[in-house]
């Protein structure tokens, strides 16, 4: 709910306890989480938070959690206009949800890349990454949003039909 004072407080007491209990994963989780609130309010010491988590997650096994990793970075770069630095972290993400099947991950970076397209005028690289994803079926409703917000504003810049179908059923959503 971008609620970041408490997700950071919350997060580091998280941190302190798992840490004394020896709980890696849960220690890595937590600081996922003060990462993202940190680097999604536009603080780059976020950053570590999460490259630490990322390579905890990586090297014990935990895709989920990588994978979920991937999608703040590269959501956080994207919601700061960081498009560079957005693209790349979703690239390598998307291309290690790919060769774990998850799914959710990658459909949520998949709309956050497409996203980071339309605002860069990469209008029909765009195109490519929506491809079946707004209208997917079986697609978490995070993503389908994302996927629609994306939609929505790339047939507004190109001034193609059904800007108000997609932005409004983002909305519904």
């Known amino acids: 709910n971008r609620e970041r004072a408490p997700a950071i407080a919350w997060g580091q007491k998280a941190i302190a306890l798992a840490s004394s209990l020896g709980d890696s994963a ?10 993202s609130a940190i680097l999604v309010a536009g603080y780059d010491d976020g950053r570590p938070y999460l490259d630490r ?53 990658g459909h949520y970076m998949t709309a956050w890349l497409a996203l980071t397209r339309v605002h860069q005028g990469q209008w029909d690289r765009a195109t ?12 978490a409703t995070i993503s389908r949003i994302m996927a629609l917000v994306a939609l929505g504003r790339l047939r507004a810049r190109r001034g193609d039909p059904g800007v108000d179908a997609a932005l409004d059923e983002a909305l519904d959503l």
């Open 128 to 139: 490519e990454v929506l491809t079946g994803l707004a209208g997917g079926a079986r697609i």
């Open 53 to 105: 988590a990322l390579a905890f997650a990586r090297k014990e096994g935990l895709d989920s959690l990588a994978g979920t990793v991937y999608l703040n970075i590269g959501s956080s770069y994207g919601e700061q206009y960081r498009f560079a630095e957005a693209s790349a972290v979703l690239e390598e993400g998307l291309a290690f949800a790919a060769e774990r099947d998850l799914d959710h991950a």
């Open 26 to 35: 849960t220690c890595a989780a937590a600081q996922m989480v003060v990462g």
